[in-house]
Nanobody, 119 residues
Framework: QVQLVESGGGLVQAGGSLGLSCAAS????????MGWYRQAPGKQRELVAT???????VYPDSVKGRATISRDNARNTVYLQMSSLKPEDTAVYYC?????????????WGQGTQVTVSS
């Protein structure tokens, strides 16, 4: 069974930094594009960052310059580091794994971890 388990969420002050981790199991981690998405109440889930198996990254303008996604294939873990946090970063952050060329390549989602940024 596929499991994506996020950790590292919590309450931080505006301007602060926070790091999230997602530990994956049940997938061939190294062939998956991994991503972080977030969803605030009443809003659509949105992309935060993705990183391909080859290490290419994508960030939307909303977090560009403040977010860094990385992966450690040896540990089957993807990370998200965010700085200069804003109240609008408050959301549930979800880990994602996707490999469309693989018969059971997902997408898979974690349960999410709450990030709250206080002003």
């Amino acid at each position: 069974q596929v499991q994506l388990v996020e950790s590292g969420g919590g309450l931080v002050q505006a301007g602060g930094s926070l790091g999230l981790s997602c530990a994956a199991s049940g997938i061939i981690f190294g062939i998956y594009t991994m991503g972080w998405y977030r969803q605030a109440p009443g809003k659509q889930r949105e992309l935060v960052a993705t990183i391909t198996s080859g290490g290419s990254t994508v960030y939307p303008d909303s977090v560009k310059g403040r977010a860094t996604i990385s992966r450690d294939n040896a540990r089957n873990t993807v990370y998200l580091q965010m700085s200069s946090l804003k109240p609008e970063d408050t959301a549930v952050y979800y880990c994602n794994a996707f490999q469309p060329a693989w018969p059971k390549g997902g997408p898979y989602w974690g349960q999410g971890t709450q990030v709250t940024v206080s002003s």
